[in-house]
């Protein structure tokens, strides 16, 4: 079988078509790699919610410990009994 030689545009064709898969697989990596970024940001933020909500849970305790079941006004500072 004798070997034949590509046209140069159709080189050309086959190059650019080969370099759009590599640009593809790296935008497709660049992707992968700031989902995982995101994923381990939002397990962060979990964290940092349950200790909030844990934080909140230990004074909530103490002042109905203190004064009893109510409401507190942030904007007054009063305990407003229930």
């Known amino acids: 079988m004798d070997s034949k030689k590509l046209t ?3 080189l050309s064709k086959i ?5 759009q898969f590599d640009d593809l697989t790296g935008v497709v990596g660049n992707t992968e790699i ?3 970024d995101l994923q381990l940001k939002k397990e962060q933020l979990k964290i940092t919610l349950h200790q ?3 934080q909140e849970k ?3 305790q103490e002042l109905e410990e203190k004064y009893g079941n109510g409401t507190i ?3 007054s500072g009063e305990f407003l009994p229930k």
Do not use: A, D, F
């Not at 190059?15 to 370099?19: A, G």
């Open 8 to 10: 140069i545009e159709e």
């Open 15 to 19: 190059r650019e078509l080969k370099q």
């Open 34 to 36: 700031q989902i995982m």
């Open 52 to 54: 909030l909500q844990q």
């Open 58 to 60: 230990v004074i909530t």
């Open 73 to 75: 006004s942030l904007e």
